[in-house]
C-alpha cells in the first residue's frame, strides 16, 4: 500500500559510523533523523555509499535522479554549510531545488568544481522564462560571489540556523538576488540540542569549576579569562578543550600566567567529550563567536546542561536574552567583567543560576522543538515544492533536446541523399536509453 | 575452440595500463588456441558532448559476424566498448566513464552543473546500467572498481585481477639510488606530489620517470615544477622504455613512487612488487591499497610532498626493513598468482558464456 506520508530527499553529511559529529550537517542531522523518521518517508543522501543509519534508505547523491524517478519524492531537503564536506550538497542543489538549511551564509569555499563554471543565473532564467533558450557553451558566466547567492537562488524557502546569519541575509544579500525562483522566504530554524532530563544540582566543593573550548588566539579571550582566573580569591579549575594543533599554545599561555596548576587540558573538540566535561562544570565559557554569527552546538549544550554560560556580547552572541546568559561586553573592562561573574558564581553556592539558561534553550531549541518546526515547516512547503520540481522537470526535458541538438553538427555533415548519423546512430541511442530509463 | 573479439578503445599516441591489458589478454587467449582479435574505436572526449557520440557508434555495431563468419564471444573491457552489441558479452571491466561517477565535482571532471551536463550524465549513467546489465558475464580488475559498479550502477560482478603483462620475468637486483614513477603522465597520476618531494629526499636519490605525457600541458607543468626547485639534475625523464629496460629499472630502484588518485587497479603496484622493490603510495588511491600494506610491504603515506618525502627517506635509513618490505611484496605477488599462473582463472570467467548452448538473444535484452 502507498504510504501517505510526505516522501523527503535528506542532503546532509553523515557521521561515520561510531564516530562523534565533525560537522554542524552531521550534528543536526544526528538528532533529528531518530525524530523524523517516524513522521515522513526519509531516504538519505551524502557523497558516501555508506550510512550510519541502517533504518533508512541511503544514496549516494548522484543516484537520486534515479530515486527520485523510481519513487517520487515531495520535497528536497539540503544542509549547506562552508567547507569541503558540505560540497556535494551544494552542487546537488542546482540538479533538484529544494529547502535549504544554511549554517554559513558565507561561504569561503568555492564549492566543488561541477560549480566553477557554473550557469546558475541563466539556468534560473530559464527556469521563469522557458522561451529562454541554453547559453552558448564556452562563455565564462558570472563569478560566484560569497553569499550564498546561488545557493539562495535555487531554495524556495531558505532555513538559517543562525539569526544573524538571517538578518544578515535579509539585509545585505535577499534583495541582490536577481534571478530566483519565486518569492524569497527565510526563516530562523535553531541547532537544535538535547535537554537534560534530569535538573543539574550544584556542586559544594567549595572550588570554582570553569570549563571552556575556546581558541587560543586572540579572538577566543582566553588571555583575559586566564588573567581574571588568577586574580580570584577563591579556590578555581580550568579544563579546557582544544584542538590537538593548539595544545602547545594552550599550554604557553598558562605557564605564561603561571595558573598551570589549576588548569587540565582535554584533546580534540569533541561534542561527547563537551558533553562529559559538563557534568562537573560550574561555569562554561563561550567566547569565541564567529563574525558570521554562529554560535553553534557547543554553547547550546551548556545551556541545556543547566550550567552557567559567559558569551561574549558581539555577533551571534547579542542575539541571545540577557537572562539566559552572563554576557561580557568586549573592550577595557573585560577582565573586570570576568572577575565579578566568576565571583558571583563562586557565591552562588546550591543556587543554580544556569535554569533560565536552560529553560530558554528548551523552548528555543530543544530537539524535540526543531524537529516539530522542521515538521510543520515540509508540510507547509510540499504545495510549493511540488510545483517548483514539476517546473523544473519541465526544464531538464528542455536540456535533455538541447543536448542532442548540440551533437548533431558534431557527427552530421552529410552528403544529399546520404544517411546522417544523427539520424541512424545517436537518435536511436538516446531513445534506447531513455527507454531503458523509463522501464526501470 | 573459439572465435573471440576483444573490445578495446584507443585513445591515439598514448599507451596505458588499458592497452598493456587487451594485448596481453589477446596474447593469452591465442596461447590456449582461440582466434583472438582486437576491435578499437579511437576515443575523443572532446567536446564533452562527443561522450554521447562515442557511446552511440560502440552501440551502432552489431559485432554477431562479420562478412558472413560468426563471433563467438566479445570482451569488452572499458567505456564505452562495453555498448556494443553481441549476445554473448563479457566485460572485464577498466573503468566506466569516471569523470560522471567517482570523479564527479573534483578538478579531474568537466562535467557541471549546466542542465545540458546533468542530462548528459543521467543518459550515460543510464545507459552504463542497460550495457553492462546485458552482459553474459561480468567482472571488474580490481574490487575498487565493482564497487563502484556495485553503488552507482546497482550491477554485481565479479573481480578478476589482471596478471603481470610480464609474467614471470620479474626480478630483484641489488638496490640504486633512485626512484623510480611509471605510468602516463597526466594530473590524475600526480607526479607533482614526487616532484615536489625531491627538494625534501635524501640528496643522494634520484628520480627516473617512465612514460610520455597523454594530456595537453601536463609535461610542460612538471617539467616547470621540476624547473622551480631546480632539480633538473635530479630528475631524468626517460620517455617510453621497452620490456628489457623497464624490468631492469624496477630491479634495481630503491623505491617505486605510484600515487595516482583513486587508481582503478594500477598494474605499477604490482611490477614493483614482483621485483621486489617496496612501494610508496598514497591513503586516497584507490586499487593501490588492495596491495599495499603500510610498513609491511611498501608504504602509504598522505597524499603531499613531505609525506612522501619521508616515505623515501625512511626506506634510504633503513635499508634492511625496506628489503624486507620487496620481499614481501614478492611474495605477496606469487601468492596471489599475479605472474603467469593467475591466466587460468581469469580466461575461464571471461569465456564461460561459452559454456551455455547459446547465448540470450539481443532482441530480448535490450532495454532490461
Known amino acids: 500500500m502507498a504510504s501517505s506520508r510526505l516522501r523527503i530527499a535528506w542532503f546532509s553529511d553523515l557521521i561515520q559510523t561510531g564516530q562523534p559529529p565533525h560537522s554542524l550537517s552531521q550534528y543536526c542531522t544526528d538528532l533529528l533523523l531518530p525524530i523524523l523518521k517516524d513522521r515522513f518517508e526519509i531516504e538519505t543522501f551524502s557523497s558516501s555509499f555508506s550510512t550510519p543509519y541502517p533504518w533508512i534508505k541511503h544514496s549516494h547523491h548522484l543516484n537520486a535522479y534515479k530515486r527520485h524517478r523510481e519513487q517520487p519524492f515531495d520535497l528536497f531537503f539540503y544542509q549547506l554549510e562552508d567547507g569541503v564536506p558540505g560540497r556535494f550538497a551544494r552542487t546537488q542543489l542546482g540538479m533538484f531545488p529544494g529547502i535549504t538549511w544554511v549554517h554559513d551564509i558565507f561561504l569561503g569555499d568555492l564549492g566543488s568544481e561541477a560549480l566553477h563554471t557554473s550557469p546558475w543565473e541563466r539556468t534560473v532564467a530559464q527556469f521563469n522564462d522557458p522561451t529562454l533558450e541554453f547559453s552558448e557553451r564556452g562563455h565564462l558566466p558570472h563569478q560566484l560571489r560569497p553569499h550564498a547567492y546561488r545557493e539562495v537562488s535555487v531554495s524556495p524557502l531558505v532555513l538559517f540556523s543562525s539569526r544573524w546569519a538571517q538578518k544578515e541575509f535579509l539585509g545585505l544579500v535577499s534583495d541582490r538576488v536577481e534571478h530566483a525562483l519565486g518569492a524569497h522566504r527565510s526563516e530562523y530554524l535553531p541547532v537544535p540540542v538535547k535537554i537534560n532530563s534530569t535538573r543539574r544540582r550544584a556542586r559544594r566543593d567549595g572550588t570554582l569549576h570553569v570549563v571552556s573550548q575556546c581558541s587560543t588566539g586572540i579572538e577566543g579571550h582566553c588571555h583575559k579569562v586566564l588573567q581574571a582566573l588568577k586574580a580570584l580569591k577563591t579556590p578555581w579549575s580550568l579544563t579546557w578543550m582544544v584542538d590537538g594543533s593548539e595544545l602547545s599554545r594552550a599550554r604557553a599561555l598558562v605557564e605564561e600566567f603561571e595558573v598551570a596548576s589549576n588548569v587540565s587540558f582535554v584533546e580534540g573538540r569533541t561534542s561527547s567529550a563537551w558533553s562529559d566535561l559538563l557534568e562537573a562544570a560550574d561555569a562554561a565559557l563561550h567566547l569565541h563567536n564567529s563574525p558570521f554569527g554562529h554560535l553553534g552546538p557547543y554553547l547550546h549544550m551548556s545551556l541545556a546542561a543547566g550550567i552557567p554560560t559567559l558569551v561574549l556580547r558581539a555577533a551571534g552572541g547579542e542575539e541571545l536574552p540577557s537572562d539566559a546568559v552572563f554576557s561580557i561586553s568586549p573592550g577595557l573592562f573585560e577582565t573586570a567583567q570576568f572577575v565579578g561573574i566568576f565571583e558571583a558564581l563562586s557565591r552562588a553556592g546550591s543556587k543554580n543560576l544556569g535554569e533560565p539558561g536552560r529553560a530558554f534553550i528548551e523552548h528555543e531549541a530543544g530537539v524535540a522543538q526543531v524537529a516539530k518546526q522542521l515538521e510543520a515547516t515540509f508540510y507547509q512547503m510540499a504545495p510549493v515544492c511540488a510545483e517548483v520540481l514539476s517546473q523544473w522537470s519541465a526544464l531538464y526535458d528542455r536540456a535533455d533536446n538541447a543536448l542532442v541538438e548540440e551533437i548533431k553538427p558534431l557527427v552530421d555533415t552529410p552528403a544529399p541523399g546520404s544517411p546522417s548519423a544523427y539520424e541512424h546512430i545517436i537518435l536511436p541511442f538516446v531513445a534506447e536509453v531513455r527507454n531503458f530509463s523509463k522501464l526501470g | ?368
Open chain 2, 1 to 368: 575452440m573459439a572465435r573471440i573479439l576483444v573490445l578495446g578503445v584507443k585513445v591515439p599516441f598514448t599507451h596505458g595500463g588499458q592497452e598493456v591489458l587487451v594485448g596481453t589478454l589477446v596474447k593469452q587467449l591465442r596461447a590456449r588456441g582461440h582466434e583472438a582479435d582486437v576491435l578499437e574505436i579511437p576515443f575523443n572526449p572532446l567536446p564533452k558532448q562527443n561522450l554521447v557520440t562515442q557511446a552511440a557508434m560502440w552501440r551502432a555495431l552489431d559485432l554477431t559476424e562479420f562478412a558472413g563468419t560468426p563471433i563467438d564471444l566479445v570482451i569488452a573491457t572499458k567505456f564505452p566498448s562495453y555498448y556494443a552489441r553481441h549476445p554473448r558479452k563479457s566485460v572485464w571491466l577498466v573503468h566506466q566513464l569516471r569523470s560522471i561517477y567517482d570523479l564527479y565535482g573534483g578538478q579531474y571532471s568537466d562535467i557541471g552543473d549546466d542542465p545540458r551536463d546533468e542530462s548528459m550524465r543521467r543518459l550515460l549513467t543510464d545507459g552504463d546500467t542497460m550495457a553492462l546489465s546485458e552482459c553474459a558475464y561480468r567482472s571488474c580488475i580490481s574490487k575498487n572498481v565493482a564497487e563502484r559498479l556495485k553503488a552507482f550502477n546497482g550491477l554485481h560482478s565479479r573481480v578478476l585481477y589482471p596478471p603481470l603483462p610480464m609474467g614471470d620475468q620479474y626480478r630483484s637486483a641489488p638496490p640504486e639510488p633512485y626512484i623510480l614513477s611509471v605510468g602516463r603522465i597526466c594530473r590524475i597520476k600526480r607526479l607533482d606530489l614526487i616532484i615536489n618531494a625531491m627538494p625534501h629526499i635524501d640528496a643522494r636519490l634520484k628520480l627516473k620517470v617512465v612514460g610520455v605525457a597523454d594530456e595537453p600541458g601536463a609535461m610542460e607543468f612538471f617539467t616547470n615544477e621540476m624547473n622551480k626547485h631546480n632539480l633538473s639534475s635530479r630528475i631524468e625523464f626517460l620517455g617510453r622504455v621497452g620490456n628489457e629496460e623497464l624490468l631492469d629499472l624496477y630491479s634495481k630502484a630503491t623505491g617505486v613512487f605510484y600515487a595516482p588518485f583513486d587508481e582503478d587497479y594500477g598494474y605499477v603496484t604490482l611490477e614493483a612488487m614482483a621485483s621486489g622493490r617496496p612501494i610508496v603510495t598514497a591513503t586516497d588511491s584507490g586499487g593501490t591499497l588492495e596491495f599495499v600494506r603500510d610498513g609491511e610491504n611498501g608504504r602509504v603515506v598522505a597524499p603531499n610532498p613531505l609525506a612522501m618525502a619521508e616515505a623515501f627517506n625512511s626506506l634510504v635509513n633503513d635499508p634492511v626493513a625496506a628489503e624486507k618490505m620487496g620481499t614481501m611484496g614478492r611474495m605477496l605477488i606469487e601468492e596471489a598468482g599475479m605472474l603467469s599462473t593467475g591466466w587460468d582463472d581469469v580466461i575461464n570467467g571471461l569465456l564461460s558464456p561459452l559454456a551455455k548452448s547459446s547465448g540470450p538473444e539481443l532482441t530480448k535484452v535490450v532495454g532490461g
